[in-house]
Every structure is written in structure tokens, then in C-alpha cells.
């Protein structure tokens, strides 16, 4: 569970970009989830598969340090996303499970059932939550997929112990992570030798700005994305790719974005992968295939202050 857009989702002003080119001068919780490996992994070599359906993964158990590329599809009917946090030492794969994906469900049934107002809800959701939440680390992982899409995201995995999650939200009001969505990833010494792919499109990700240098042509790009900070209080970045319809709302994708009362299937915007949650210093790549139509990078936590950019791919 992130901790991010916690407060965030009351921020009212909703800054929106104006449209423009994406010219260069643009500037119930398991307490032990399955572990097979997928048929078509290859954690060996830095290159993972990622399956997920309504509501799992189907991953390696364990992987190699160093770059990895994951490929992820969506086999479900609902979007979904996998966000890598790196456990803060002395934190199990049980302590996020029991002491924060738990007690976070809980609090939000409370205020889904109206027991409590959106106010209360957020005012009181820190008292739930374990103080080493600010501790985990934004490693980054796949973005937003669509259902029957694939998308690719690489990222620098460090030795320890790992969650794996998705947050979104079923149209019960439950997180995916509370409908097993949650399972724990230990990424060993041994290096899987790889190295960063080369980009051609860069977003750096600041409190709270999203800068893009983009090529707005239609094919295959890297993206570099960085992060030169940490959300105050929170964990990371993100940034994902979304395709609109030529007369899709984007106040309507900002307000699907919010996990408080967003993020139920389905969105108003198909999503082609992204970069999840990067820390201060880090940076992902995602790579993204591009057609004409218009799309927008956006972030999950801080669209709806003003982190997104439309573009127009001709
Ligand atoms: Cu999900």
C-alpha cells in the first residue's frame, strides 16, 4: 500500500496542462501467497515475465540483482499494476501484509460503509499505519497496464527483500493487494550483468512537476524516468502512459487517478505500461509504443496537481 496521495486526495485544484506536442523544448490479506515461477520466466538472465489476473501474480519467487526487465500481461478484465517497495531491514513480508496493506483495507471499509467522512478517514489513516512505512524504498515496477495489454519496465534491483503489489481498487471497494495481489520477491547478490537500456524519451519527476522531453513520433521509445525527489513524506514518483479518445475528458482520467474515490474499472483511457513509485535519485525505463492519437503521461498521486502532460503523436 502506498502512502502517497494519503492527504493528497483532498487537494482540490486541478491544474490541467494545456495540449501539446511532445516536441523536445516540451519540457482480505494472504498471509502467504503462491510462489510458482511462470512458464516463461528468466529471472536468470535479467529478463522476467509477469502474469497477472483479477486478482494475482504469476512471477519468480526470487531474482537476480541488477538490471531487470519485466514484461508484464494483463490477463484480467480490470487494469492493473506491479509496484516493487524494497522492505526497510527488520521488516517481513508479514509486517506489510498485517501491520499495513491489513489495517489500510480496514480503514478504507470504514469510510466506503460511511462510518467515517473523507476527512476522518485520512486524519486518522496515519495513527493506523506502521511508522516504517516511510522507510520502504520506490524500486519502481510496471505501471498501469491495460487488460489484454503488455508492457514492458526495467529497473535496478538491489539485494533484499521485496514486496510486489497492486493497489487499484475493485469495484467492491476492495485493493487488489487485499484480494491477493501482495507477495513477497527476494532478490539475491548474484547479478544479472545487464545494463540500462538506452532511452530517447526523458521525464524527470519533482514535488510536484513532471518535465518531458519526448520525440512525438509514432514507434517503439525507451523512456528514462527520474525522480530528483521524494514526494514529502512518501516514497516516489510515478508516471504512466495513457491513451485517450479524441474526446475523452482529462479531468476525467485526473479524477480516476485518485485512489480514494478513483481507480475502478473501468478507466476513461486505455494504460500502456508506465514506471511506478522511483525514489529520490533513482531512475526506471519503460518502453512504450506509440501510434497516432493523443495520450498523456500521467501520475498517479499528483495529477491532480498539475503532474501530467497531453501529447499528440501525428
Ligand atoms: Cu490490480
Same mark, same amino acid.
Given at each position: 500500500?502506498?502512502?502517497?496521495?494519503?492527504?493528497?486526495?483532498?487537494?482540490?485544484?486541478?491544474? +490541467?496542462?494545456?495540449?501539446?506536442?511532445?516536441?523536445?523544448?516540451?519540457?482480505? +490479506?494472504?498471509?502467504?501467497?503462491?510462489?510458482?515461477?511462470?512458464?516463461?520466466?528468466?529471472?536468470?538472465?535479467?529478463?522476467?515475465?509477469?502474469?497477472?489476473?483479477?486478482?494475482?501474480?504469476?512471477?519468480?519467487?526470487?531474482?537476480?540483482?541488477?538490471?531487470?526487465?519485466?514484461?508484464?500481461?494483463?490477463?484480467?478484465?480490470?487494469?492493473?499494476?506491479?509496484?516493487?517497495?524494497?522492505?526497510?531491514?527488520?521488516?517481513?513480508?508479514?509486517?506489510?501484509?498485517?501491520?499495513?496493506?491489513?489495517?489500510?483495507?480496514?480503514?478504507?471499509?470504514?469510510?466506503?460503509?460511511?462510518? &467515517?467522512?473523507?476527512?476522518?478517514?485520512?486524519?486518522?489513516?496515519?495513527?493506523?499505519?506502521?511508522?516504517?512505512?516511510?522507510?520502504?524504498?520506490?524500486?519502481?515496477?510496471?505501471?498501469?497496464?491495460?487488460?489484454?495489454?503488455? #508492457?514492458?519496465?526495467?529497473?535496478?534491483?538491489?539485494?533484499?527483500?521485496? +514486496?510486489?503489489?497492486?493497489?487499484? +481498487?475493485?469495484?467492491?471497494?476492495? *485493493?487488489?493487494?487485499? &484480494?491477493?495481489? &501482495?507477495?513477497?520477491?527476494?532478490?539475491?547478490?548474484?547479478?544479472?550483468?545487464?545494463?540500462?537500456?538506452?532511452?530517447?524519451?526523458?521525464?524527470? &519527476?519533482?514535488?510536484?512537476?513532471?518535465? =518531458?522531453? #519526448?520525440?512525438?513520433?509514432?514507434?517503439?521509445?525507451?523512456?528514462?524516468?527520474?525522480?530528483?525527489?521524494?514526494?514529502?513524506?512518501? =516514497?516516489?514518483?510515478?508516471?504512466?502512459?495513457?491513451?485517450?479518445?479524441?474526446?475523452?475528458?482529462?479531468?476525467?482520467?485526473?479524477?480516476?487517478?485518485?485512489?480514494?474515490?478513483?481507480?475502478?474499472?473501468?478507466?476513461?483511457?486505455?494504460?500502456?505500461?508506465?514506471?511506478?513509485?522511483?525514489?529520490?535519485?533513482?531512475?526506471?525505463?519503460?518502453?512504450?509504443?506509440?501510434?497516432?492519437?493523443?495520450?498523456?503521461?500521467?501520475?498517479?498521486? *499528483?495529477?491532480?496537481?498539475?503532474?501530467?502532460?497531453?501529447?499528440?503523436?501525428?
Amino acid at each position: 500500500m502506498s502512502l502517497k496521495s494519503k492527504g493528497l486526495a483532498l487537494a482540490t485544484a486541478v491544474t +490541467v496542462l494545456g495540449l501539446v506536442s511532445c516536441g523536445p523544448s516540451d519540457p482480505d +490479506v494472504p498471509a502467504e501467497t503462491p510462489v510458482e515461477p511462470a512458464a516463461e520466466t528468466s529471472a536468470d538472465t535479467g529478463i522476467v515475465e509477469v502474469m497477472v489476473e483479477d486478482y494475482s501474480f504469476l512471477a519468480p519467487p526470487t531474482m537476480r540483482s541488477g538490471w531487470t526487465t519485466f514484461r508484464m500481461t494483463n490477463k484480467g478484465e480490470q487494469p492493473h499494476f506491479m509496484l516493487l517497495y524494497r522492505l526497510p531491514e527488520g521488516t517481513t513480508f508479514g509486517d506489510y501484509a498485517g501491520q499495513l496493506a491489513q489495517p489500510f483495507q480496514e480503514q478504507y471499509d470504514r469510510y466506503t460503509s460511511g462510518e &467515517l467522512s473523507q476527512g476522518e478517514f485520512l486524519e486518522q489513516l496515519g495513527g493506523v499505519l506502521p511508522e516504517w512505512l516511510g522507510s520502504l524504498e520506490g524500486i519502481g515496477g510496471v505501471g498501469l497496464t491495460a487488460p489484454g495489454r503488455t #508492457a514492458q519496465t526495467t529497473v535496478l534491483l538491489e539485494p533484499g527483500d521485496y +514486496v510486489m503489489e497492486c493497489y487499484l +481498487v475493485s469495484p467492491e471497494g476492495k *485493493f487488489h493487494n487485499s &484480494l491477493g495481489m &501482495l507477495r513477497p520477491l527476494i532478490v539475491t547478490e548474484e547479478p544479472t550483468g545487464r545494463e540500462a537500456p538506452e532511452a530517447d524519451i526523458f521525464i524527470t &519527476l519533482s514535488n510536484y512537476e513532471m518535465s =518531458v522531453e #519526448a520525440v512525438n513520433t509514432a514507434g517503439e521509445h525507451t523512456v528514462a524516468v527520474h525522480a530528483t525527489e521524494n514526494a514529502e513524506g512518501l =516514497v516516489g514518483h510515478d508516471v504512466h502512459l495513457a491513451r485517450l479518445a479524441p474526446d475523452a475528458s482529462i479531468e476525467d482520467l485526473i479524477a480516476w487517478m485518485s485512489w480514494i474515490d478513483g481507480m475502478r474499472s473501468p478507466p476513461p483511457a486505455e494504460f500502456l505500461g508506465g514506471t511506478e513509485h522511483v525514489g529520490a535519485g533513482r531512475t526506471s525505463y519503460m518502453t512504450v509504443s506509440l501510434e497516432p492519437g493523443r495520450y498523456a503521461w500521467i501520475s498517479e498521486g *499528483f495529477a491532480s496537481q498539475g503532474m501530467l502532460q497531453e501529447c499528440v503523436v501525428e
